[in-house]
């Protein structure tokens, strides 16, 4: 018999005699749970979120009020990358705690290495937590199915959108992650026309039965399929689904990747237009060879559109945060928001996944809130989403691997390291089990940022960029060239290509 989750429990239960059993059972679990030494993890993930757009980090407009209000009681990382600048080779390092160049998830919907599947955050916290994980991200959903054997409950894409809880869920209960990735195959990829006519004109009707009125640019979607939903509706599913979990006898541990901000980007009523005539001009760049040749006025109304839609999930993230605050969730639990990488709104570039590695595409938020803390700390130091898997076993208690590229966090058993080398990677046009061939890498220590272009046509071939952050965070001076930055230029170098050559070395 599978898991009695406590929605069943009250469909079992008959009426008001169920609801009071259910009731009673669940009051003394949580009861048991609040007497644990071991904590519970949340972990939330905002996909596509940029540090460079949010006012908790120093942006102009007030894009995260709530998160602002989160951050005082927080350990909050200013320098915090990701190790990819798209969700595949992001959220790979996120789960594994290693490399691009390690796990080798770099392509499209890609999985990591099969000798690798073992090395995941899931196996490693071991059976003393329980385990649930979500994401709205198809792509994500690939590597929570690889690592599926070692976690307890793997909810579906559908979970808490509106026409997948009216189609797969109520249809295919018992196999919804296997119907889930049928939709995707024949109806959005196009494996069968006729199936995809009679799906969309499907969708496009009930649609008509969810009332647009909050959401004046139509209703946020998810990937693909591209399952409608609310953001009221997605937390108020995650904020229940933590409820059950608060209720277990044992700790837990939750992975929830929401789609928010991820283009489209479709706020609600009151906020959506909220920043079209504030007068902010960002800084105009050139436009860069290996991007998409967007112009910057459609740059600008993109950019309008995302920062309403993460104003947007920040409400929702601060009433998400209030109502586990009330049901004193949060005394048990630590809470940490992040992403899987950036986007960007500069260069002729919108949006992520291209050969570029700037700080908007890679720099993301990092706030870890202890069970019951009122203070906050702040770390400058750079760290990346490598050192996510290490504190989150020490958080836990557990042993962190040797094989773990990452290192635990400062204020979580790690050191403020400012020799540290942070490396990313973006080899979405490689062969992911041959040395790469095309390929941009960015190594950072300290304020110290280079950039390497590799395979890529004309002069990108093999090209290098140095940025000095401290004086220069818009990246609009390369210094390269210039003699006294020669010795530091030569040092990240040094690491970098030995990075290269000890992942090629395993292949």
């Not at 969700?87 to 390690?102: A, I, K, M, Q």
Request: net charge positive; hydrophobic share 35%.
């Amino acid at each position: 018999m599978g898991k009695l989750s406590r929605r069943d429990f009250l469909k079992l239960g008959g009426g008001a005699l169920g609801a009071t059993l259910a009731s009673k059972i669940i009051s003394e679990s949580a009861r048991a749970n609040q007497t644990k030494k071991t904590p519970n993890i949340i972990l939330l993930i905002c996909d596509a979120m940029t540090a460079r757009n949010l006012s908790v980090y120093g942006y102009s407009r007030k894009t995260t009020p709530n998160l602002e209000k989160f951050a005082e009681q927080a350990f909050v990382y200013h320098n915090h990358y990701a190790n990819g600048n798209f969700t595949t080779p992001g959220t790979s390092s996120l789960l594994t705690g290693l490399r691009p160049l390690t796990h080798r998830a770099v392509n499209h919907g890609a999985t990591i290495r099969k000798e690798l599947a073992g090395h995941n955050v899931f196996s490693f916290l071991g059976n003393g937590y329980f385990k649930t994980a979500y994401t709205q991200n198809y792509w994500a959903n690939y590597l929570l199915a690889q690592f599926s054997s070692a976690i307890d409950d793997l909810l579906p894409v559908s979970e808490f959108s509106l026409l997948g809880e009216r189609i797969i869920n109520r249809h295919f209960k018992n196999d919804a992650l296997v119907a889930d990735r049928a939709f995707e195959k024949m109806i959005y990829y196009g494996n069968s026309l006729l199936l995809s006519f009679i799906a969309n004109s499907y969708f496009q009707s009930q649609a008509k039965e969810i009332s647009l009125e909050k959401y004046p640019m139509g209703l946020p979607i998810q990937g693909y399929p591209q399952y409608p939903f609310t953001m009221e509706g997605l937390f108020e599913g995650i904020k229940n689904k933590i409820i059950e979990l608060d209720a277990l006898a044992r700790p837990f541990f939750s992975y929830f990747h929401v789609f928010p901000p991820h283009h489209p980007y479709r706020p609600q009523k009151d906020f959506a237009g909220m920043f079209d005539n504030d007068g902010y001009k960002p800084i105009e760049k050139r436009k860069h060879a290996l991007a998409h040749d967007v112009e910057q006025t459609s740059l600008n109304a993109e950019r309008n559109n995302y920062d309403a839609f993460v104003a947007n999930l920040d409400s929702a993230i601060g009433r998400f945060m209030e109502a586990l605050k009330e049901r004193g969730i949060l005394d048990r639990a630590y809470f940490i928001i992040a992403s899987d990488h950036g986007e960007t709104f500069e260069r002729g570039m919108h949006g992520h996944g291209s050969p570029l590695l700037y700080e908007p595409l890679v720099r993301i938020p990092l706030m870890i809130r202890a069970p019951g803390a009122q203070t906050r700390r702040d770390f400058l130091t750079p760290t990346n989403n490598i050192d996510l898997l290490p504190t989150i076993l020490n958080i836990a208690g557990q042993k962190i691997p040797d094989s773990c590229e990452g290192a635990a966090l400062p204020g979580f058993g790690g050191i403020e390291d400012a020799q540290r080398g942070v490396i990313v990677t973006q080899a979405l046009e490689s062969v992911a089990y041959k040395p790469f061939t095309k390929a941009t890498y960015a190594i950072l220590r300290g304020k110290r940022k280079l950039i390497y272009y590799h395979g890529y046509p004309n002069k990108y071939q093999e090209y290098f960029e140095f940025y000095d952050l401290q004086e220069d965070p818009e990246e609009l001076n390369d210094k390269y060239s210039q003699p006294k930055f020669a010795s530091i230029i030569s040092n990240l170098k040094a690491e970098l290509f030995a990075a290269i050559d000890k992942a090629n070395k395993k292949l």
